[in-house]
């Protein structure tokens, strides 16, 4: 129920923006790393203090105009101009729907190959990340165009849909970013019991491993994560060909350990006033992280948006739901 609340929320173009008029003063401060490249430069330098890099997020909802998108490229630009001047471990991960695809799919890719190119030239690695599945295919051509010229490309392949292999098979000379996946897809696609996404999310880790290219390994479940250095031990795969991936302010402890232990790590950082469909769907992948930004989010004196619009969605969902137990 949680999920469905969480992901209803994330859709709603009107409290995201709401969200943007007020900033992060709603709980997301502990998840998003600011809203500002001077801001994200300082989060990254302090992760890679602890021998951690990043992967940056600008973050992006509902672009449906072409001077947005311009907009979110020429940010996306000065943020890798920014880990090139600082020299910072970081590379980028953008979402193509932010940069055009709603729009016109020549105009996305255009966006996308200035960015690629300018990435390219300072030997910055960019990583196309998944979304929905209507746009699924768009986003695997995109992939397919960019790596006719660069190298310094990937994506990501969501556990739960149905031909996930198919698609890791694939695209297995690519960079990757194995996922379980955070978005609400019907049967006809995805998987909708999350044991059998969990199954599939191990097989596809363990398959590119052995038979992919450099393959990052996206979780903050601990059982997975044992799982993987079982596996890489007993198979003989070095250290050099994966690395472990969390969330920005998800389980800190844990990402500080698995680098003190010697594994490549990456944190996924997300930046920008954009930020609350990221934020909703990290509560709805896994409604337990709502005890992350509780305090802030339901504690304050001051009611915020997120948390009136949750429990009058709830209240509604709780409502509808007597009703028919009524009748």
């Not at 849909?161 to 978005?183: C, H, P, Q, S, T």
């Not at 004196?301 to 009058?312: D, H, R, S, Y």
Request: hydrophobic residues 40%; glycine residues 6%; charged residues 25%.
């Amino acid at each position: 129920m949680l999920k469905d609340i969480f992901m209803g929320l994330s859709q709603n173009q009107f409290l995201n923006n709401a969200a943007k008029k007020y900033g992060l003063k709603m709980g997301a401060q502990s998840v998003v790393a600011g809203t500002n490249i001077d801001e994200v430069i300082k989060s990254i330098k302090e992760l890679n203090a602890h021998g951690i890099s990043c992967t940056v997020d600008n973050l992006g909802e509902f672009v449906f105009k072409e001077e947005e998108a311009t907009e979110a490229k020429e940010q996306i630009l000065n943020v890798i101009e920014a880990i090139h001047e600082h020299k910072v471990a970081a590379h980028i991960s953008l979402k193509p729907t932010q940069l055009g695809l709603d729009i016109e799919y020549s105009f996305c890719l255009s966006n996308l190959r200035e960015i690629v190119e300018r990435a390219n030239k300072y030997g910055i690695f960019v990583n196309v990340d998944m979304e929905d599945t209507g746009h699924l295919q768009p986003t695997f051509d995109l992939l397919d165009d960019l790596s006719q010229e660069y190298d310094n490309v990937g994506t990501v392949i969501q556990a739960y849909l149905l031909r996930a292999d198919d698609y890791l098979e694939k695209y297995k000379n690519f960079r990757m970013r194995i996922v379980k996946g955070a978005y609400k897809e019907p049967a006809e696609y995805a998987y909708q019991n999350k044991k059998d996404i969990d199954a599939n999310f191990i097989k596809l880790i363990e398959w590119h491993l052995l038979n992919g290219k450099f393959t990052s390994i996206a979780t903050h479940d601990h059982n997975v994560i044992n799982h993987v250095k079982a596996f890489v031990k007993k198979n003989n795969i070095p250290n050099d060909q994966f690395e472990f991936q969390m969330l920005y302010g998800f389980r800190k402890d844990m990402q500080l350990q698995l680098a003190k232990e010697g594994y490549n790590f990456c944190t996924y950082v997300p930046f920008g006033n954009d930020w609350y469909g990221y934020f909703m769907r990290r509560l709805a992948e896994r409604p337990q992280n709502l005890n992350l930004v509780a305090k802030q989010v339901f504690n304050n004196k001051t009611n915020t948006i997120i948390g009136v619009a949750a429990g009058a969605f709830l209240l509604g969902r709780i409502t509808k739901n007597a009703k028919k137990k009524r009748r």
